[in-house]
């Protein structure tokens, strides 16, 4: 079943991190705030908190060893996180929307859609997973939301992550 991602018209922010060279056009009402992981520069946006699976962003840099970067690093970061998912607390196997190719700010990036089961509450969630290479890293970006909204929330972050911009990596 195709996915509707057309571009919606509400009024939008540019936000832009310093952290992680990234920056995104997201509608007004999303917030962003940094994350203290060690190991990664990391942004995440968000219109709430608290509320499970309340939809949103988070974008993470990961660096990649000189020895083990090679071009399509960004296919095996996307073969990763899949594979972490279905073996995570997830109830039933993932259900694949949608995989693509893409061409974002002038870098190969891979674009996975999927549902799941989360097990412990029995929602059932959409993820829209990104994947970008870039010179000496890994952008790597999971949006994720409740099955129920994701016709409303997949063309916002479709259109997100068509904004972006990757400044300092």
């Known amino acids: 079943m195709p996915i509707n991602i057309?571009?919606?018209?509400?009024?939008?922010?540019?936000?832009?991190?310093k952290r992680t060279g990234v920056s995104i056009t997201l509608p007004?009402?999303?917030?962003q705030e940094s994350s203290e992981d060690p190991n990664h520069a990391t942004d995440i946006y968000y219109q709430s908190l608290g509320e499970p699976y309340?939809?949103?962003?988070?974008?993470?840099?990961?660096?990649?060893p000189?020895?083990?970067?090679?071009?399509?690093?960004?296919?095996e970061l996307s073969e990763v996180l899949l594979a972490e998912q279905a073996?995570?607390?997830f109830s039933q196997t993932l259900e694949i929307l949608e995989q693509l190719i893409e061409n974002i700010d002038d870098h190969?990036?891979?674009i996975d859609i999927f549902k799941m089961i989360d097990a412990e509450t029995k929602i059932e969630v959409?993820?829209?997973?990104?994947t970008?290479?870039?010179?000496?890293?890994?952008?790597?970006?999971?949006?994720?939301?409740?099955?129920?909204?994701?016709?409303?929330?997949?063309?916002?972050?479709?259109?997100?992550?068509?904004?972006?911009?990757?400044?300092?990596?």
């Not at 057309?6 to 991190?17: I, M, T, W």
């Not at 007004?28 to 917030?31: A, M």
């Not at 959409?126 to 990104?130: F, K, L």
């Open 66 to 75: 000189e020895a083990e970067y090679h071009q399509n690093n960004y296919q």
């Open 132 to 169: 970008i290479q870039l010179a000496a890293s890994v952008c790597g970006i999971v949006a994720i939301m409740k099955t129920e909204d994701q016709d409303f929330y997949l063309p916002v972050f479709n259109e997100a992550v068509r904004s972006l911009k990757l400044t300092t990596y």
């Open 87 to 89: 073996q995570s607390s």
């Open 108 to 110: 190969a990036a891979r």
């Open 28 to 31: 007004i009402g999303w917030h």
């Open 6 to 17: 057309e571009n919606n018209a509400k009024p939008k922010l540019r936000f832009s991190s």
């Open 126 to 130: 959409t993820q829209y997973q990104v």
């Open 54 to 64: 309340s939809p949103c962003i988070t974008v993470k840099i990961i660096e990649i």
